[in-house]
């Protein structure tokens, strides 16, 4: 119990939490992504893959099980996040020292921060908008319009576009910084996951992006 408690007390254990965490989140971002996709082929289509994610026994265990993950994984990566750049911040190094610090970490941290806390911002909001109504509202009604409707405001459809910019800029780095903290970006790797990285950070905020884009231009 002492040697994992001192492990996370240590930089390098926080930065590992951080790293599990947010792989754990970027593949939720591939399995959410894939079903929004389903708007693409109706309502009817995508209402009925919400319902049977809501209404079939095994799932709705399983979905809440995940839920569950998703929250603690995205405060505790948060956290962890917030409490390493204070951190970083707090044992800077001096005037004199500055020029020996590897400027493009100290600006990637700092890019890593902003970005981190407008993508928390947006997710609050985006929670409110189509998990929270779907989840706990009492009245009945079709998800698809939920989608329809708030992507059909022009402001709602521009700051989630704007917001997935920061996702993009965000998960760039990240992607990267989690497996060089597992030690997995070998030299033997590091052409791959530098390939996939940026089919990540490219594809999943698109993907993403196609969604305000129709239904505020290209829906009836």
């Known amino acids: 119990m002492n040697k994992?408690?001192?492990?996370y007390d240590s930089s390098v254990g926080k930065k590992v939490l951080m790293s599990l965490?947010?792989?754990?989140l970027c593949l939720f971002?591939?399995?959410h992504l894939l079903g929004n996709l389903l708007l693409f082929a109706g309502a009817e289509t995508y209402d009925t893959y919400s319902e049977f994610l809501a209404h079939n026994v095994y799932?709705?265990?399983?979905m809440r099980f995940i839920e569950l993950g998703l929250f603690a994984s995205l405060f505790l990566h948060a956290f962890l996040g917030v409490l390493l750049w204070f951190k970083n911040r707090a044992t800077r190094p001096q005037k004199y020292e500055k020029k020996k610090a590897p400027e493009d970490t100290?600006?990637?941290s700092r890019i890593t921060m902003i970005t981190?806390?407008?993508v928390f911002i947006f997710l609050v909001i985006h929670l409110r908008t189509f998990f929270v109504p779907t989840r706990f509202g009492t009245e009945k009604f079709s998800p698809y319009q939920v989608v329809a409707?708030?992507?059909?405001s022009a402001p709602y459809s521009f700051f989630y576009i704007i917001a997935l910019i920061f996702l993009a800029y965000h998960l760039r780095h990240g992607f990267q910084s989690a497996f060089q903290t597992l030690g997995l970006r070998t030299k033997s790797y590091i052409k791959l996951l530098d390939a996939i990285a940026v089919?990540?950070?490219l594809l999943i905020p698109l993907g993403f992006a196609t969604m305000p884009i129709y239904f505020l231009w290209f829906h009836n």
């Not at 965490?21 to 754990?24: A, D, V």
């Not at 799932?59 to 399983?62: D, T």
């Not at 409707?149 to 059909?152: T, Y």
Request: proline share 0%.
């Open 199 to 201: 089919i990540f950070w």
């Open 4 to 7: 994992l408690s001192n492990f």
């Open 29 to 31: 971002l591939v399995e």
């Open 106 to 108: 100290l600006l990637a």
């Open 21 to 24: 965490t947010g792989i754990f």
């Open 116 to 118: 981190g806390s407008i």
């Open 149 to 152: 409707d708030a992507f059909q």
């Open 59 to 62: 799932l709705f265990i399983v």
